[in-house]
Each structure stands twice: as structure tokens, then as C-alpha cells.
């Protein structure tokens, strides 16, 4: 994901995934495990409401915002580039880390 995020293909943060997915840029959601349930809610409901998929993670918020390169806690991260979501899952189908 850290590669994704210096491509520019990322939106990190609840505001600019929900702002994402409303401009229809957003391929998937990665949403952390730890997020507070009113957060989770809002996020999936978008994702549900914009026809995008969304995941949580086995990822603290500061482990998510770690892989993407961030110093604070990330609730949720959006690929914007269906490219490197395809690299992920190919990544994650061979067991390797994102």
C-alpha cells in the first residue's frame, strides 16, 4: 500500500474515503479493525450506497496508517486505481504482504 500511496492512487483518512467513493474514484475500502462502530457504520453505508466494496482489515489504525506511510491513526484507506488493486490481491492470493 505504501507504493500505492506514493503513486498517488490512495485516499487515506474517513473524509477523503467517504469523498472518494462520492466521486466514484474509490475501487475498494480497507477499513481497520479498530475503528469506533459509529465510523464503521458511516463507511459502510457509503460503500453500500456508492456500490463499493469494503473490507476490514485485521489492522489497528495505527498499523493501517504505518503500511500507507502515515504518522497518525487511519481509520480507512480507498484504492483509487484498479491497477494496484490488482496487484494487492495478486499479493494477498500468494500470501505475501501489501
Known amino acids: 500500500m505504501g507504493l ?10 474517513t473524509e477523503l474515503v467517504i469523498d472518494s467513493m462520492r466521486k466514484q474514484r474509490a475501487c475498494r475500502v480497507y477499513i481497520s479493525s479498530d475503528v469506533s462502530d459509529g465510523t464503521l457504520k458511516k463507511l459502510k453505508d457509503k460503500a453500500a450506497f456508492y ?7 485485521d489492522l489497528t489504525m495505527d498499523e493501517l496508517a504505518h503500511r500507507v506511510g502515515f504518522l497518525r491513526p487511519t481509520a480507512a484507506v480507498s484504492l483509487t486505481d484498479k491497477n ?3 496487484l494487492i490481491e495478486k499479493i494477498n492470493k500468494s500470501g505475501g504482504e501489501t
Do not use: N, P
Open 51 to 57: 456500490k463499493v466494496q469494503a473490507e476490514i482489515i
Open 84 to 86: 494496484f488493486l490488482k
Open 4 to 13: 500505492a500511496r506514493k503513486a498517488g492512487a490512495i485516499a487515506a483518512g
